[in-house]
């Protein structure tokens, strides 16, 4: 099969400290939960329970407050202990209930009852994501229901695409569940292009996965909905919304397939849609790769909501060394951690610690006008020149650019490759006070 990819730019790498992505290990539940009423794009969810309410695994605690709010619900039973906040590495701040285990569970070591959702409508399949609190698992986390309803066009060719492009390492965990989770991602895929009204599912796969693409293809020919597979290339960020689209046009004129407008998402939400649809269940825990240079032992893990990233970090074997930098999500870009007792959330896939002597913590002050920059921008920019705009722009000068570029997508490419280690992306996009 013939492999599509975006036309320019993009990097290949690998990373010796991500873990193998084979397999997953089940983490310890945790004895106290921190469970955040953000785990989404819009405003926090509204609790519905207080300090000192004993709480089922599972119940809803927390309620939406609008149409890029989602439900929240406890992960572990037990009593809630008080209402906390704290501020993370970007000033925001963040609210959260604090839950001590205890008392019998209703879900884990249960036998699951199935429901037949085949004879649903659209709507009671929304109403179902809805109510369980379902969000994209990567990215701002924006709630299904309103990526579904936003597609809902009228338009005649509408597509969902399925994203098990693992250009990034720190993917790991995406791939462990699409191995162990198949037959969930191809079912929840299905739900999913029903409850948009999407007429066809695209599985996209990088070229190196190509037997788990036939394989997803294969589960999904059981289901009366036109499905095809597409070969994408293996250099990031093919994964990233843009790119991604990019490739799929390429293959649309190609292969003469009309796919419309896309829906793409990934399977680490696929999975939650069908676990809330067909098992009715929340998202109780979630895949997350944990590794980075300062961890002993890097391993996939199956990890509970709400559990702490220092847990987590310990059932790994704890810390070779004091780590320079935590952070969730890729290196590329991660969030950074500055407290072990942040949680894990439905939208972390990663948890990283790296030692201070890694190449990505050991930044020169001068650009040399090497021009790899320039060479890897999937969109044609010229980070080094934006760079040097923006940074009088960060420093106070009136006389920089009215903002940052809204050009740049922060995939971090120019990071990477830069032999000065200037936060390129970082400052062109505005987040960050670096004066050099």
């Known amino acids: 099969m013939k492999i599509h990819s975006f036309p320019r730019g993009g990097i290949s790498f690998d990373d010796p400290t991500v873990p193998p992505r084979d397999s997953s290990t089940i983490a ?11 785990q989404h794009a819009g405003v926090p969810a509204r609790p519905t329970v207080a300090a000192g309410d004993l709480v089922r695994e599972g119940m809803l605690i927390g309620r939406s407050q609008g ?10 039973p037990g009593r809630v202990i008080r209402e906390v906040s704290w501020k993370n590495a970007e000033g925001r701040i963040c609210d959260a209930l604090l839950i001590r285990m205890g008392g019998g569970f209703e879900l884990l070591g249960k036998k699951e009852t199935a429901y037949s959702w085949a004879d649903l409508s659209p709507h009671e399949l929304m109403r179902l994501i809805t109510e369980f609190g379902i969000v994209e698992m990567d990215g701002a986390g924006r709630p299904i229901a309103s990526v579904l309803n936003y597609e809902k066009t009228g338009k005649r060719d509408q597509s969902l695409v399925v994203r098990c492009v693992f250009d990034d390492p720190w993917l790991a965990s995406d791939y462990a569940l699409c191995r162990e989770r198949l037959k969930e991602v191809v079912e929840g895929s299905v739900i999913a292009a029903r409850t948009g009204r999407l007429n066809r599912i695209v599985f996209a796969v990088s070229h190196r996965e190509r037997d788990l693409g036939r394989k997803l293809l294969s589960e999904a020919a059981s289901y009366k909905i036109p499905s095809s597979l597409v070969i994408t290339g293996s250099r990031y960020p093919q994964h990233n919304q843009r790119e991604m689209e990019l490739a799929l046009r390429i293959y649309e004129k190609r292969e003469g397939i009309l796919l419309g407008s896309v829906v793409i998402l990934g399977p680490a939400t696929l999975a939650a849609i069908c676990d809330a649809v067909k098992l009715r269940k929340p998202v109780l825990d979630r895949y997350v790769t944990v590794g980075g240079s300062a961890v002993k032992n890097p391993r996939v893990m199956k990890v509970r909501i709400g559990t702490r990233i220092g847990e987590v970090f310990a059932e790994c074997g704890g810390f070779v060394d004091k780590p320079k930098r935590m952070a969730t999500g890729s290196p590329f870009l991660g969030r950074a951690v500055i407290d072990l007792d942040e949680p894990v959330i439905k939208t972390t896939y990663a948890v990283f610690a790296v030692l201070g002597g890694q190449a990505v913590e050991s930044r020169a002050r001068n650009c040399i006008g090497c021009g790899e920059c320039r060479a890897v921008c999937p969109i ?13 722009f960060r420093n106070g000068d009136a006389s920089g650019p009215p903002g940052p570029s809204v050009e740049c997508h922060g995939c971090g490419c120019c990071e990477l490759v830069c032999p000065s280690r200037l936060p390129l992306s970082q400052v062109i996009a505005g987040e960050d006070s670096y004066a050099g």
């Open 67 to 76: 149409p890029f709010s989602a439900n929240v619900h406890a992960t572990v």
């Open 28 to 38: 310890f539940l945790p004895a106290l939960s921190v469970i955040p009423l953000a």
């Open 380 to 392: 044609g920019l010229d980070p080094e020149e934006l760079f040097k705009q923006m940074r009088p």
